[in-house]
Structure formats: C-alpha cells, structure tokens
Nanobody, 125 residues
Framework: QVQLVESGGGLVQPGGSLRLSCTAS????????IGWFRQAPGKEREQVAC??????????NYADSVEGRFTISRDSGKNTVYLEMSSLKPEDTAVYHC????????????????WGKGTLVNVSS
C-alpha cells in the first residue's frame, strides 16, 4: 500500500515552468508504475505521463499534448516521482494527481490502485 502526496502546484505565467512532486508518505514508490493525470473543470481526466519500474528511470510515455514539454522522472532515494513542466500554456491549467499501479508497467486511467489528492496548476497572465 502507498499513500501519495502531491506538491509543487501554483500560479505560473504562460511560457513558465513548474516541477510537481509525488511523494509516498507510506510505502515505496519503486514497486509501482506512477502516472500523472490532470483534470480541468468541465473536462475528462487525462493521463499526462507514466513511468514504469523496469529500471530506476523506467520506460516513460506522454500524452501528445505535453510531449516535448513535460518530463517524468524518479528519485528512488527520495521516494519521489517528479513531473517537470516547461513552456506551460493556459490549457495546462488543471488539478494534477499522481497515482500508482501495482503492475509496475502500466498506468490505466480507470484502474490505478492508489491516488493522491492533487495539486492545482494555474497557467495565467
């Protein structure tokens, strides 16, 4: 079991950068595939990025909307997964959640085992 806590959200201008953190207050993230998801008001939840456990920096995948701008990574020593976001756009505004899947390889939006409560990212001038 893991308990996930997100941090790092806030208000940022278009073109700016933020780094989100997903830390386990209980449990070890190394055993899980970790995904970042976002949900904007009135929109469906969207998977942003996923990192598997096949190595310390396991295979990753990204939504087309963030490819080349966002990077997901692990720091096993800190039991933390990061989402580095750059060239932010107003359409990136959403609540961002991290979630864990026990397969270690996949991040199915409808089937993640554990979820954090989320952190708000607001991209606005």
């Amino acid at each position: 079991q893991v308990q996930l806590v997100e941090s790092g959200g806030g208000l940022v201008q278009p073109g700016g950068s933020l780094r989100l953190s997903c830390t386990a207050s209980v449990g070890t993230l190394d055993y899980y595939a970790i995904g970042w998801f976002r949900q904007a008001p009135g929109k469906e939840r969207e998977q942003v990025a996923c990192i598997s456990t096949s190595s310390r920096d396991g295979p990753t995948n990204y939504a087309d909307s963030v490819e080349g701008r966002f990077t997901i990574s692990r720091d096993s020593g800190k039991n933390t997964v990061y989402l580095e976001m750059s060239s932010l756009k107003p359409e990136d505004t959403a609540v961002y959640h991290c979630a864990a899947h026990s397969s270690g390889f996949f991040c199915p939006s409808g089937g993640m085992n554990y979820w954090g409560k989320g952190t708000l990212v607001n991209v606005s001038s």
